[in-house]
């Protein structure tokens, strides 16, 4: 998403009636437990304002250490807001401001002191769409280990950057062009040279928002089959719009509504025995 998208949420004043006037007749307290067992990142009473609308409410989430989260929930509802909480991305939406904690390692990410730049080679993103540079396929993934220092020469260079498009799966697929500009991937292989890019200066956590939308069926199944290998490195959450890829791809998933965490737990559990009524009615089709 970006910044035009985030400005362009529904949030206008009956969206707020809405919140309001729905917790009369369902309360929207979450339901299941939010906490993991050795969490890698913790939300904690997260509150996300555009200007005087309020966009996330009083979220309380873990993201566990090697798993995967889906969050999930109609168009709207806040999950890629909350998500971009997590390195703080929207800090660079005007007029966004986010309240609460967000912790990694037990620090307040939102801390004066943390430099977000640095943040985000810890908590990686692979966006929506596609976002190669317009460079080498190479340069594409050697970007960041330059900016941060990560290298001292150029065979180290070289390792990280194959060692990252082989964990990608890409790396059979384009060693032979290397220098050839990233652009002229497949939409597939694009999105699997931006995780490449990602997980080049070794992150802790990587956000992905609707990273498949944009793919079609075999180069979805394969970015799936590539979710399931990096999250035993990593820590992953995952937006969705497609129920079908959080069941397949996640462990827990966090089904949102109207900017409330509705409802969290296991990911088979939310799917054939969900405890709250809006997650039935969403995963039932009934509305969404």
Do not use: W
């Amino acid at each position: 998403m970006d910044t035009t998208e985030a400005l362009d949420m529904p949030i206008p004043d009956q969206l707020e009636e809405t919140v309001i006037s729905g917790k009369k007749d369902i309360d929207l307290t979450t339901v299941g437990d939010y906490t993991t067992e050795n969490p890698r990142m913790k939300i904690r009473d997260v509150n996300v304002f555009y200007g005087a609308k309020q966009a996330v409410f009083d979220v309380n989430l873990d993201i566990g250490s090697n798993s995967v989260v889906s969050m999930i929930g109609p168009s709207g509802c806040g999950k890629t807001t909350l998500l971009r909480c997590l390195n703080r991305m929207n800090d660079t939406i005007d007029g966004c401001r986010v309240e609460g904690r967000v912790e990694m390692d037990g620090k307040n990410v939102y801390a004066r002191k943390v430099d977000p730049v640095l943040l985000r080679a810890r908590v990686g993103m692979v966006f929506q769409k596609p976002n190669p540079f317009p460079k080498s396929i190479f340069d594409n993934v050697a970007y960041g280990p330059r900016i941060h220092g990560l290298v001292r020469d150029r065979t180290d260079l070289e390792e990280i950057v194959h060692t990252s498009l082989e964990r990608a799966g890409l790396l059979d697929e384009v060693k032979d062009r290397l220098d050839q500009p990233g652009t002229g991937l497949s939409g597939g292989q694009q999105q699997r040279l931006c995780i490449a890019r990602a997980i080049a200066v070794s992150p802790e956590v990587i956000l992905m928002d609707e990273p498949c939308s944009a793919l079609d069926p075999i180069a979805t199944a394969r970015i799936e089959e590539l979710i399931g290998e990096l999250r035993k490195n990593f820590s992953i959450a995952i937006v969705t719009h497609s129920m079908q890829q959080a069941a397949r791809v996640s462990q827990r998933t966090a089904y949102f509504h109207l900017g409330y965490l509705v409802e969290v737990g296991p990911t088979k559990d939310i799917f054939t025995m969900p405890k709250h009524q809006l997650t039935e009615e969403y995963i039932t089709g009934r509305f969404g």
